[in-house]
């Protein structure tokens, strides 16, 4: 079946640090990838996404790139702010016909930012 | 608009009693998720409906858990009886069918369950 595996946390950097958050996939078919960012006490937003082979999605100053070949997409961003602390999840979603859906979550990232 | 809501915030209750959850989707979606959040298993679908009508219910844990969608705008998750291992954080999203798996779910604030 489908999987999504991220790089375990909990991750604390410095303000302004760069971050990336590893994560691959395992699915049959073509699906699209998501990150969610989960802030404490809240439920999942939706961060970035993207549909097809070689897309970036961004947002925020978060990319991801979805790459195929190696079956990841990878969460980045350039200099974290102390507003960034939370939990990311990635996630991928196949259609698999008749209005079904394959949904499948990771296991989440915590981020710490210290000032 | 409210977005997704999601009642009671926090529920305790003790070992063999009925839970109830409750959700309210974004008015105008047609998709709504049930999924339970635990630092040892993660976040775990448990069932969606597509215009209220059961799509998958195969994350559904046991036959003590049940979900129904009367409408378009309420869905209820039922525990009974419960137990100490349904302890967790449950999550109701919703989303648009229109665009297919593109669009993103909205996520409701979850209900904390704890059982004693």
């Known amino acids: 079946g489908d999987s999504v595996t991220q790089m375990e946390g909990p991750v604390t950097l410095s303000e302004e640090a760069f971050l990336t958050i590893n994560c691959t996939y395992t699915?049959?078919?073509?699906?699209?990838l998501f990150w969610y960012v989960q802030y404490p006490g809240e439920g999942l937003q939706l961060l970035l996404k993207?549909?097809?082979?070689?897309d970036k999605g961004s947002n925020k100053g978060f990319e991801a790139t979805y790459r195929k070949e190696t079956t990841s997409f990878h969460l980045e961003k350039g200099s974290v702010q102390v507003s960034d602390s939370a939990v990311y999840f990635c996630?991928?979603?196949?259609?698999?016909?008749?209005?079904?859906?394959?949904?499948?979550f990771g296991k989440g990232t915590k981020l710490s930012v210290i000032p | 608009d409210a977005g997704v809501i999601q009642s009671p915030r926090h529920e305790v209750t003790e070992m063999g009693q009925e839970v109830t959850l409750r959700c309210k989707p974004i008015?105008?979606?047609?998709?709504l998720f049930w999924y339970r959040q635990t630092m040892m298993r993660g976040l775990e679908l448990l069932i969606y409906?597509?215009?209220?009508?059961?799509?998958?219910d195969s994350g559904m844990p046991e036959d003590r858990f049940s979900a129904k969608m009367p409408n378009a705008s309420f869905s209820t998750l039922k525990i009974q009886p419960s137990e100490p291992r349904d302890s967790a954080v449950y999550f109701c999203?919703?989303?648009?069918?229109?665009?297919?798996?593109?669009?993103?779910?909205?996520f409701g604030p979850g209900t904390r369950l704890t059982v004693l």
């Open positions: 999203a919703s989303s648009l069918a229109r665009g297919g798996p593109y669009n993103e779910q909205f």
């Open positions: 699915a049959t078919g073509y699906p699209s």
């Open positions: 993207a549909t097809k082979a070689d």
């Open positions: 996630a991928l979603r196949r259609y698999s016909g008749a209005g079904s859906y394959q949904l499948t």
């Open positions: 008015s105008g979606h047609d998709y």
């Open positions: 409906f597509n215009n209220n009508v059961p799509i998958d």
